[in-house]
């Protein structure tokens, strides 16, 4: 069998077995162990697993994801979530769909102590679509608003998709994360402008005038250990009092200690936090563990290499490769998660982007990617056929069919859309405050 004719086949078993609703994790690790010992040997893929699987797990660098999650599942449990939405409207209602850009601005804040993109289009629309539907906003915009604002829980930091890209590339999650902060707020910015426009363009599905309550001291004091667990995680980090994973640690203490001081959070809660945290976190590492072997089985055939070796020779523009580089993340996006198809081609397409010349340092390249295949990972999360945080939303909203729930994130992707060519084209958008840091 031809490297090539092996390479499909690998990958033919993976999809076959995501077809029939097998885990990811299984389907990475059964296609890759096929390959492995179809070119090596049963003996070499049991000597591989015994020395990958402790190595993999054993990195000091991946308890960060554990304690964002757990961040994350105290910042749910503790009722914060409520706070920021009050709050978000209170300053939004002026607007013509204030409501829709309340749930944004939301999932921003909440994003910015989560990490999570599901864990955020859940939480806030718990609070906010009960709202926004008592309001009069139709299902499409509440749900593709919901949905499309859930995706800032990855885009603005902490990120857990961020964090593994950082780990499988070898660069710096503090810079990462500072890289990530305009793109971000751009991503923010360029919801609630989808949301002003379409609530013109197409009539009835918005209120043309939402209430507006006024600002209180409860409002304000809600949302003031939210600030206050921002600042002291990412000031920590980025002053270099702390590590990112220090910092993970101390945001989760600091996110336990304001669920208690606003009483939301019980024994039961708290448990379940940790089972919460410990479910996603091992899905998370099984994930790891599959693509590291489907990745040694590719490297064997040297498809890859080639592959990279070939791209070379074309003579494209480096800014073309990488464009068509997100193309094929957004097609991988209708049957992978982010976390997947992160774990699964980094390994291939980071080197093939490091050996292309773009005019500035090869840190600032690295960093620059992996802002790019942030923003496109992103963009998967709402695209049907499959759009995870799209299911998510519906499924919280029964009286909304699908369709009208992917017609509602249309406008989310056309903005999306623009983001990642603005970045694509104008990476010092992305690097800029990364120059501030030593």
Not at 81 to 88: H, I, Q, V
Not at 114 to 125: L, N, Y
Not at 216 to 233: E, Q
Request: net charge neutral; proline share 6%.
């Amino acid at each position: 069998m031809t490297p090539l004719a092996l390479t499909l086949l690998i990958f033919a078993i993976m999809l076959v077995l995501m077809a029939i609703r097998t885990p990811i994790a299984v389907a990475m690790f059964v296609a890759g162990a096929v390959g492995y010992v179809t070119q090596a040997g049963w003996l070499p893929l049991a000597n591989f697993l015994n020395a990958q699987a402790f190595a993999r797990f054993a990195s000091y660098d991946l308890s960060v994801i554990p304690l964002f999650i757990l961040m994350g599942n105290f910042a749910t449990q503790g009722g914060i979530s409520r706070a920021l939405f009050e709050f978000a409207s209170v300053v939004m209602a002026r607007f013509r769909g204030g409501l829709a850009m309340a749930a944004v601005l939301a999932c921003a804040a909440f994003g910015a102590i989560c990490g999570s993109s599901v864990a955020t289009a859940a939480t806030i629309t718990q609070v906010a679509l009960p709202e926004m539907r008592r309001h009069g906003y139709s299902g499409r915009l509440a749900t593709g608003t919901l949905a499309a604002g859930g995706t800032l829980g990855i885009l603005i930091p902490p990120s857990v998709p961020l964090v593994i890209y950082a780990i499988l590339a070898e660069q710096n999650i503090a810079k990462l994360f500072a890289a990530a902060m305009i793109p971000g707020v751009i991503a923010m910015i360029g919801y609630m402008i989808a949301i002003a426009i379409y609530v013109r363009l197409v009539p009835g599905h918005a209120p043309e005038h939402d209430e507006a309550p006024r600002l209180t001291w409860a409002a304000l004091t809600g949302v003031a250990p939210i600030a206050a667990i921002f600042l002291i995680v990412f000031g920590g980090i980025y002053t270099g009092k702390f590590t990112p994973t220090e910092g993970a640690a101390v945001g989760a203490a600091a996110t336990f200690l304001a669920a208690l001081l606003k009483r939301e959070i019980d024994w039961r809660k708290f448990k379940q936090c940790f089972y919460a945290t410990a479910e996603s976190s091992a899905m998370i590492f099984l994930i790891f563990l599959g693509a590291d072997v489907m990745n040694a089985a590719l490297a064997l055939t040297q498809v890859p290499a080639q592959l990279a070796a070939v791209v070379g020779g074309w003579g494209l523009p480096p800014v073309a490769v990488v464009g068509a580089i997100l193309l094929f993340y957004v097609v991988l996006g209708a049957v992978m998660d982010e976390l997947s198809m992160i774990l699964l081609t980094i390994p291939i397409f980071f080197p093939m982007i490091m050996g292309l010349e773009f005019g500035m340092p090869k840190e600032s390249v690295a960093i620059w990617f992996g802002i790019m295949v942030l923003m496109t990972v992103g963009f998967g999360l709402l695209a049907p056929p499959v759009g995870l945080n799209v299911y998510i939303v519906n499924g919280m909203a029964r009286d909304v069919p699908i369709g009208e729930s992917y017609r509602g994130v249309m406008p989310f992707l056309v903005s999306d859309t623009l983001r990642t060519l603005l970045l694509l084209f104008f990476p010092a958008i992305s690097l800029w405050l990364v120059k501030f840091l030593k």
